[in-house]
Every structure is written in structure tokens, then in C-alpha cells.
């Protein structure tokens, strides 16, 4: 059987993913919580250079959720602050010059005054020649991103006959971006967690048990061949 391999001209222009499974990995292995989040975001880095490399145009992370930060134990959150800095630190050369533009959506207004100034030094960075935009969410929750844009809409003072889908998404985060056609949660839930409810209308949907740290390059590429085989019939 001759194995396939991805068409580059029939690639998903923009991928989400909801990374679960951090925690549930590193107990498997008698690990402290927070080796399970090193091991995602070491997974993390190897996934975006890979849909960098192969042409994925718009790629987003779901990280850390309005409830996610809220009601995880505070250790657990200093950590996952404290490597979300590390990454910054590390990593920002590297993606200014290979490409990477990091961009949050979500509330991170809401953080600790070290998390918002690693996250407002990495956004304003000019890549050397973009070839992915790389969006990490973070204090992120779907609802209160649509309950955000209709407030944001109201005090604009929008006429109602100029509301539409199309003025809609432009209050979104994700604003000039087209909408995931992929959505992929590792960690054998099935749900969607409040994440991009809007975008994802006509998302396909991929879920799968494998744990995100062991989520590597090469299942997104089967992830990808099972995309291409699909049928997207976008609600004909």
C-alpha cells in the first residue's frame, strides 16, 4: 500500500487546536503537573515549526481558558505563567527571524505585570518575512469574546441594518483571519471548551486519544491527509 502524502495545494489556511492532556501525561509517568506543561510546550514549538515549514498559513492554541486560570491551583498557574515568560524570552529571536508572528487572543490584561510585558514585547515584534501567524489564547473563552464584540459593537454605535456575519468577525480576536477549517483536540475529550465557537461553524473536527505532548509532527500530517480526504460541503 502506497502511503499518502499531503497535497500542498489543498492545505487548511488556518489550524486550531485544543491542547489537552498535559496534566494526565505527566501523572502517567509519577511526574509533577507542571513536567506534563513542559512537555506540551516543547510539543508546541515543534508543531509550529512544522505547519510553518509546510505552508499552514494561520495556526491557534487554546493555552489557558477563562475558567483554566481562574480555578487551577495557583502553583499550577505560576508555573504555567512562569514557562509562557521562558518561551517569550527563548524563543522571540528565533521567531523574528524564522517567520513566527506570536499574536494572544484573550484577556491577558488580566495577568501578573512580568506575564503582560512578555506577552506585549513579543507581539510588537516585526518578523523578518511572516509565514505563519501563531496565536496562542489565553484567558480566552468564546462566549466572552462574542459578548465582548456586541459590547464593543453597541458603543461604536453600529447602525442595525449594518450588523452582520461579516461586521461580527471584525470584532473578534480574530480579526482578519480566516476562520479554522481544522479544529484538532488531542486527549480523548469531546468537546469544544468555549473555544472559537463563532470561527469554527463549518470547521472539520478532529479528536483524537492521544495525550498533546505525544501529539507529534507526524500525526498532524496524518491529521492533515485525513483533512484532505474529507468532503467539505461548507452547508451545501
Given amino acids: 500500500m502506497v502511503k499518502k502524502k499531503i497535497d500542498p495545494n489543498n492545505l487548511p489556511k488556518h489550524i486550531a487546536i485544543i491542547m489537552d492532556g498535559n496534566r494526565r501525561w505527566a501523572r502517567q509517568r509519577n511526574l509533577p503537573d507542571g513536567k506534563g506543561h513542559e512537555a506540551g510546550s516543547e510539543n508546541l514549538q515543534k508543531i509550529v515549526e512544522y505547519c510553518r515549514d509546510i505552508g499552514i498559513k494561520n495556526l491557534t492554541v487554546y493555552a489557558l481558558s477563562t475558567e483554566n486560570w481562574r480555578k487551577r491551583a495557583p502553583g499550577e498557574v505560576r508555573g504555567l505563567f512562569n514557562l509562557l515568560i521562558k518561551i517569550v524570552r527563548e524563543k522571540a529571536e528565533q521567531y523574528r527571524k524564522s517567520g513566527i508572528k506570536f499574536f494572544v487572543i484573550g484577556n491577558f490584561q488580566a495577568f501578573p505585570f512580568k506575564v503582560k510585558e512578555a506577552i506585549k514585547k513579543i507581539i510588537k515584534m516585526v518578523v523578518v518575512e ?107
Fill in 130 to 236: 511572516e509565514k505563519i501567524q501563531f496565536n496562542v489564547a489565553l484567558n480566552y473563552g468564546s462566549r466572552d469574546e462574542i459578548v465582548t464584540a456586541i459590547r464593543r459593537i453597541v458603543a461604536d454605535k453600529v447602525p442595525v441594518n449594518k450588523i452582520d456575519e461579516a461586521l461580527v468577525s471584525d470584532y473578534l480576536y480574530t480579526k482578519n483571519q480566516p476562520d479554522p477549517d481544522l479544529v484538532i483536540r488531542p486527549g480523548g475529550e469531546f468537546r469544544l471548551s468555549n473555544f472559537l465557537l463563532w470561527q469554527m461553524s463549518y470547521a472539520e473536527l478532529y479528536f483524537t486519544d492521544i495525550l498533546w505532548p505525544d501529539f507529534g509532527p507526524k500525526e498532524m500530517e496524518k491529521v492533515i491527509i485525513w483533512y484532505q480526504d474529507r468532503e467539505r460541503r461548507m452547508g451545501k
